[in-house]
């Protein structure tokens, strides 16, 4: 089946360092997603991306729709506590499909 | 802020028995979703509806899934007869437009089979 691959898997940063993951495919996509997972809560929309090229902030989150159309990429700045959790990409294809397939997800521990 | 809602948040049941999961999507969505997760793995997608009707299902929604919008708010995922590898999590999602639009997920209910 369709596949989108996250990295990194994990990752432990200082609190106050910047944070960069990414999620990449051999398909094209038409539209990215990404989301926040806290444990036992369903994913939490952070930004939309909808463009290739497109770069789009929400507060200390930035991401960016690839200029191929098969990879994204989330930014975090200045990295807090509260910022632990899981982090997906969700894309749609371009390919007829409309369904959102998620990506395998990077676990953020953010050391105080 | 309006949400996705689901109920219940946790239902242990049986092998075998019937289990139906609610949500209520936001009022002016149009599209509905269910996704799992199986714990510590990642979100996939099982089927989504529109006007009353599946409009995409995965390889994972068989014969014993079945969905339903029995009224104007509530959107429900059926499973006919448990199986144990269909503990997890269930998340019902909806959006205003299908494909490019912005998915919003419930808190999910937590299924366990015994």
């Known amino acids: 089946g369709q596949q989108l691959n996250q990295s990194p898997q994990s990752m432990f940063i200082q609190e106050g360092e910047d944070v960069s993951m990414n999620c990449t495919s051999s398909s094209i996509f038409n539209t990215w997603l990404w989301y926040k997972q806290d444990p036992g809560e369903g994913p939490v929309l952070l930004i939309a991306l909808y463009k290739a090229g497109e770069l789009t902030s929400n507060g200390r989150l930035t991401a960016q729709f690839g200029i191929t159309r098969k990879d994204s990429f989330l930014n975090i700045s200045a990295s807090i506590p509260s910022d632990v959790g899981i982090y997906f990409c969700a894309g749609q294809m371009a390919s007829g499909t409309y369904k959102y397939i998620f990506g395998t997800g990077t676990r953020l521990k953010v050391l105080a | 802020e309006p949400e996705v809602t689901q109920t219940p948040s946790h239902q242990v049941t049986q092998m075998g028995q019937e289990v139906i999961l609610r949500c209520v999507p936001i009022s002016n969505h149009l599209y509905f979703y269910w996704y799992r997760q199986i714990l510590g793995q990642k979100v996939e997608f099982l089927v989504s509806?529109?006007?009353?009707?599946?409009?995409?299902k995965s390889e994972i929604f068989d014969d014993q899934f079945s969905v339903e919008r029995p009224d104007g708010s509530n959107f429900t995922l059926k499973i006919r007869s448990t199986k144990l590898e269909d503990s997890a999590m269930y998340f019902c999602a909806s959006s205003r437009t299908e494909g490019t639009g912005e998915l919003f997920f419930g808190e999910g209910s937590r299924l366990t089979v015994l």
């Open positions: 509806f529109y006007n009353n009707e599946i409009s995409e």
